[in-house]
């Protein structure tokens, strides 16, 4: 029940599901549940097509929300250990 604790968190901050916030999370979920699928099932294509496509979406939010937001940004990385924060 780890998903359901941490939307109610990023739920209760931004009110909104539509949030960029919120789906940079859901896209950060299904990639680790993908990711899982296909260390069992090495040869499923669609299931990689599918999770480059997710990653790329995701990619892009993430873009979008360092040019509007560099705090949320750097906050959202750290919060999901998406990748490292470069400082300075």
Do not use: C, P, W
């Not at 939010?61 to 999901?80: P, T």
């Amino acid at each position: 029940m780890i998903k359901n604790a941490s939307i109610f968190v990023i739920s209760q901050k931004e009110k909104s599901q539509g949030s960029i916030e919120f789906q940079v999370f859901n896209f950060t979920n299904k990639i680790q549940r993908l990711t899982l699928h296909l260390e069992l099932h090495k040869k499923d294509y669609v299931s990689q097509r599918g999770l480059r496509k997710i990653m790329g979406k995701r990619q892009r939010l993430l873009a979008y929300l360092s040019k509007k937001n560099k705090v949320k940004y750097n906050e959202l990385i750290s919060q999901l250990n998406i990748r490292e924060i470069k400082i300075g």
